[in-house]
């Protein structure tokens, strides 16, 4: 969308011209870009004006640059548009990923299946189908799915069913809390889906007005991934997922940090043709945060074993007689004793490839047919001892080759099952730390990287 305003900034007077994705400001007069110099390094602030027919914006500013004509240009990585009050209390997101997971089809379809017979009027009304509280930097949000409403934006409408999430919290004019709530559905869709491009996203924001809903604006958020939308084409819906969308939810929720840069850019990867070397550090990176993450699961050793020896260790490097040492010689004797006691205690990255194995060896063993699959490196059943060392073995010696510049142009399609093997191990932590079962990693896994036959069998049984 494209908006012309006038605004002062910082003392000098502009013209604001909001174009596709960065907006320029035009000084009125050019001597005024000494007022605007000491700025040019601004970063991060929100720039609030006024549009053509007088709503309100809010744009957040990432950084701006100056051109030679004498116009400013700023970078937003948002813009909050049409707003007339400065107040929120929700916001509605429909789009591409929500439409590809929350399938109205498949969900009415189950809803007959399963002996609910009602007859709902989706074009003027809606029908709840369910909804979700979480916790939100310490504020309670509630979140709720519902379908219908096809002819609520009249002849703007596109006449097909969507469904719809709304969003709910306390009255706030803070945007950039907005924005942050808003990111936590994206993060949700991009770990359900294994993909990043969430597609077009309307979010519409809703204030309240004489005790009802009232529409406030919209958000436009233009750091995301506006690509060309792949729907999915695996088993990731709505009815797989349902029993477990709420922890979704909340780890989406508490780990703003969670990165996807081993996420794949479009589709599953299986081939060697598919993995580039910064796709394989990227799996492994993410596989060791995820270790990290969880460290009581996936990196603590047994020590037991070697208890006695580092004891006895220990206490002779306590009886050492210090009279007369050095203070070099005395953190010596400090520095040794404490990598004493932190011996065996920590695993190398073999040993956390095979660990986290065998920590999840109920929710992966029954994917291991499908992972390794052809002729030159088979496998059935269980890993023996001996395939899950030598699969660790290479990818940490991949890790290692390719850390420093020892690595091959490309990875056969053998080396492909084993990094894929990595990349399903890695998912899988994730989805331990989000709280599944076992049986329900399994069945995760299988909607995702069709390395099981569960959801299947589910189905047809």
């Known amino acids: 969308m494209n908006d012309t305003s006038y605004i002062t900034f910082h003392d000098a007077e502009c013209i604001l011209l909001e174009e596709n994705n960065y907006i320029s400001l035009l000084l009125k007069n050019p001597e005024d870009i000494k007022k605007i110099r000491p700025h040019f390094e601004d970063k991060d602030f929100l720039l609030k004006y006024k549009g053509t027919v007088g709503f309100n914006s809010v744009a957040f500013i990432e950084r701006m640059s100056f051109e030679m004509n004498h116009t400013i240009k700023l970078f937003p990585k948002y813009i909050v548009n049409r707003c007339h009050k400065d107040t929120f209390i929700a916001f509605e997101m429909i789009g591409e990923a929500v439409d ?84 936590v559905l994206v993060r949700f869709f991009q770990i359900i889906r294994y993909d990043t491009n969430c597609g077009n996203l309307r979010i519409d924001l809703l204030t309240k007005e004489q005790e009802h809903k009232m529409y406030n604006g919209y958000l436009r958020d233009l750091s995301s991934d506006q690509g060309q939308f792949y729907r999915s084409n695996h088993e990731v819906e709505y009815e797989c997922y349902r029993p477990y969308i709420q922890q979704f939810l909340q780890f989406s929720a508490q780990n703003a940090d969670y990165t996807f840069f081993h996420y794949p850019g479009e589709g599953l990867r299986v081939r060697g ?82 660990n986290a194995y065998h920590v999840l060896y109920n929710a992966l063993d029954g994917s291991v047919e499908n992972i390794f699959y052809l002729p030159e490196f088979r496998l059935k059943g269980h890993i023996k001892d001996k395939d899950l060392k030598k699969i660790a073995d290479f990818l940490v010696g991949q890790r290692g080759a390719i850390a420093h510049g020892g690595f091959s142009s490309m990875f056969t399609d053998v080396d492909a099952q084993k990094i894929h093997f990595l990349e399903i191990l890695t998912y899988a932590q994730m989805l331990k730390r989000v709280g599944l079962e076992d049986s ?6 299988s909607a995702v990287f069709y390395c099981n036959y569960i959801l299947s069998q589910e189905q047809y049984s």
């Open 100 to 183: 590809d997971f929350f399938s109205p089809s498949r969900y009415f379809f189950d809803r007959k299946r399963s002996g609910n017979n009602d007859v709902v009027d989706v074009i003027y009304n809606n029908e709840l189908a369910e909804s979700w509280e979480i916790i939100f930097e310490e504020k309670s949000v509630s979140i709720t799915l519902s379908f219908g409403d096809i002819l609520c934006w009249g002849i703007a409408s596109d006449l097909m069913l969507h469904p719809k999430l709304t969003v709910s919290f306390e009255q706030t004019s803070d945007i950039t809390y907005i924005y942050r709530l808003y990111r």
């Open 440 to 445: 329900n990693i399994e069945q995760i896994i």
């Open 273 to 354: 043709r598919d993995y580039s070397a910064v796709d394989y550090m990227n799996i492994f990176a993410a596989f060791e945060a995820e270790c990290h993450a969880n460290k009581d699961l996936f990196e603590k050793a047994d020590a037991t074993k070697v208890q006695a020896i580092k004891e006895v260790i220990i206490s002779q490097i306590d009886d050492f007689s210090t009279q007369g040492l050095k203070q070099e010689e005395l953190g010596f004797l400090k520095n040794a004793k404490q990598r004493i006691m932190q011996l065996g205690t920590q695993l190398g990255q073999t040993k956390k490839i095979i």
